[in-house]
């Protein structure tokens, strides 16, 4: 997660750079867009990783039965 989150902030860092570079006339326009769209790819990334995490935790704490000794009393149904 650390990982793709690094990424995405150098996608963004190297669009930034882009974006300065075509104001000042060094690259096209189609350049400067492609680093946007890395940027997007980037996120879409850290998204996805962020999702896998969730529900690998999710899966694990159903199969140690943590899930619902936190969320449910059994003691109160159970009488």
């Keep these: 997660m650390k990982n793709a989150q690094s990424l995405e902030e ?13 104001h000042s006339g060094e690259v096209p326009l ?7 769209s890395e940027v997007l790819r980037a996120k879409q990334n ?5 999702l896998e995490y969730d ?3 999710l899966m694990f704490r159903e199969l ?3 899930l619902g000794n ?10």
Excluded: H
């Design 70 to 79: 936190t969320y449910v009393d059994a003691s109160t149904w159970q009488k």
């Design 10 to 22: 150098m996608a963004r860092l190297k669009s930034q750079q882009q974006e300065v570079r075509y």
């Design 30 to 36: 189609a350049a400067f867009l492609d680093s946007r």
């Design 46 to 50: 850290t998204l996805k990783r962020g």
């Design 64 to 66: 140690t039965g943590d």
């Design 55 to 57: 529900l690998m935790v």
